[in-house]
């Protein structure tokens, strides 16, 4: 039988970042669990993109305490950069199409892919 899962967003404080987990750990997360009385099948947060276009920044710390916890990282990029005001440093959609970010986003993939577990989504919006 098939089931539904349960996600939480794991930044109630709006602190964006690769290592949000790192900086405030999963006590929200384990709150929440309480107040449900259940635990949740994956944590989800905003991890920002790398400001140098070559070099991964997969927040492998943040995604092994979340599946130390039981459940899985989901993982969702927004196109900006994490340096001042995100009105002002987003990354444009056409610099990722025209190949702008190929070296970032083949260095992140092979992250993931060397962390070898589940992980919901690597996305972007």
């Not at 750990?25 to 790398?50: A, C, H, R």
């Not at 276009?53 to 599946?67: G, R, T």
């Not at 002002?88 to 190929?102: C, P, W």
């Amino acid at each position: 039988m098939n089931r539904i899962k349960l996600g939480v967003y794991a930044d109630r404080n709006n602190i964006t970042g690769e290592k949000i987990i790192e900086r405030i750990g999963l006590s929200d997360v384990i709150q929440f669990e309480k107040l449900i009385d259940k635990k949740v099948d994956s944590v989800m947060w905003y991890p920002t993109w790398n400001t140098m276009q070559s070099k991964s920044n997969f927040p492998i710390e943040s995604v092994k305490l979340v599946d130390q916890h039981g459940a899985i990282p989901h993982l969702t990029w927004e196109l900006m950069l994490p340096d001042g005001d995100p009105l002002n440093s987003k990354i444009m959609l056409d610099d990722v199409i025209s190949g702008k970010y190929d070296a970032y986003l083949t260095s992140y993939a092979k992250d993931v892919k060397k962390w070898g577990k589940e992980i919901c989504r690597v996305g972007i919006i």
